[in-house]
């Protein structure tokens, strides 16, 4: 069945810096993917998406890009935050618009000052 | 749009007794979904709903849970004879029905068990 992979956290940063979060899926076909975010207290909300391979999705500074040939999705940002903290999760959702989305586990982002 | 709104936000409850979370979503959205979150994870799928028929259910989603949509508008999930490992988050989320479509989730429903 499908599946998604990504790297397990918490990532502690220092505001200003690089982020990279790394996610690679299983799946049949051409998935459409997405990563999520959900602040503290808040619900999962959309930070970006592709639904094609090479397409790069992009929001908030944030990006991502869809490689087919390694099956992965991975997150960056420039110079993070402390606003950026939160929970990432990297998703996909089967070809077809079934819409099914199968969630990673999370990735927790700690930005300090 | 007001966005997708669940209630109760938080439940205690002791073993054994019935609960009901109700979902809100977007209006004119068609799809709805609930998925539970338990900590340290992702979402898991439970099911789902276009307009009023429910079209698949998760095999987490034993016999004592159950999930409606009359009408095709708001839904209710009903978990009963609780038990403690059915603490968890239970979202909810709404779409158009498209593929790639943005799923817009609700904050959750936070069920404790004790």
Redesign the interface.
Known sequence: GDS?TQMEGPVTLSEEAFLTINCTYTATGYP?LFW?VQYPG?????LL?A?KADDKGSNKGFEATYRKETTSFHLEKGSVQVSDSAVY?C?L?P????????????TKLQVIP | DTGVSQDPRHKITKRGQNVTFRCDPISEHNRLYWYRQTLGQGPEFLTYFQNEAQLEKSRLLSDRFSAERPKGSFSTLEIQRTEQGDSAMYLCASSVGTAGNTIYFGEGSWLTVV
Do not use: C, N, R
């Open positions: 998604v459409s999520y808040e619900g999962l909300q959309l998406k639904t999760f998703a959702e070809p077809g618009g079934y819409q099914k989305v199968t969630f990673g586990i999370g």
